[in-house]
Structures are given as C-alpha cells and as structure tokens.
C-alpha cells in the first residue's frame, strides 16, 4: 500500500515561495498520477496539483501559474514548488494517489503558514 509523508512546509511572508516534497513507499508509485491536495482551516480538502505518471500536469484555477508540481519517479518523491505565496493558501498539504481506489492513508501533511 502506498505511503506518503509530506515536508517542505513552513511559516513564509506573503510573496515569499516554499518547495513541498512528498516521499513515497510503495512499487506502483511510477505508474501512478498523483496529486497535492491541501486543506485550510474549516474547508474541505481540495484538489490543487496534479501530474500523470508521465509527467502531464493540471492546476486548479486559484494556483495556476504559481504553483509547480514535478516528480522524481527514481526517488520516489513528488514535488509542489509553490511560489508567490498568499495568505489564502495558508492550509495543511497532503499528497497522495489521485485514483481513489488507489490512494494510501493521508499522511500527517505539511502546515504552510502564509502571514506578515
């Protein structure tokens, strides 16, 4: 089964950029599309980056051309580089399988704090 855990986050001014990395366990990981997900205080988790086993990638629309997901098939590891931060992107980070049936445990995610 897969098993992710998240780090990269942190406490960063408005404008300021962070680089998330999710490692993964599992032998399925390079064949899988996965995805970073993050959830905000009292919303639901929601969907932000996605990228296919070979590497095509979708945003959703709040974070188009400031975030950047890759991954690194041989480490085992996806990446969300996150760039001009904004205070409403203050949330806990996850990654995981985007195929649900597919997906391991959440993981404890990574806090990003976005504050002046």
């Known amino acids: 089964q897969l098993q992710l855990v998240e780090s990269g986050g942190g406490l960063v001014q408005p404008e300021g950029s962070l680089r998330l990395s999710c490692a993964a366990s599992?032998?399925?990981?390079?064949?899988?599309?996965m995805g970073w997900y993050r959830q905000a205080p009292r919303k639901q988790r929601e969907l932000v980056a996605s990228?296919?086993?070979?590497?095509?990638?979708n945003y959703a629309d709040s974070v188009k051309g400031r975030f950047t997901i890759s991954r690194d098939n041989a480490k085992n590891t996806v990446y969300l580089q996150i760039n001009s931060l904004k205070p409403e992107d203050t949330a806990v980070y996850y990654c995981?399988?985007?195929?649900?049936?597919?997906?391991?445990?959440w993981g404890q995610g990574t806090q990003v704090t976005v504050s002046s």
């Open positions: 990228i296919t086993s070979s590497g095509s990638t």
């Open positions: 599992g032998s399925i990981f390079s064949a899988l599309s």
């Open positions: 995981n399988a985007i195929r649900l049936g597919l997906r391991g445990a």
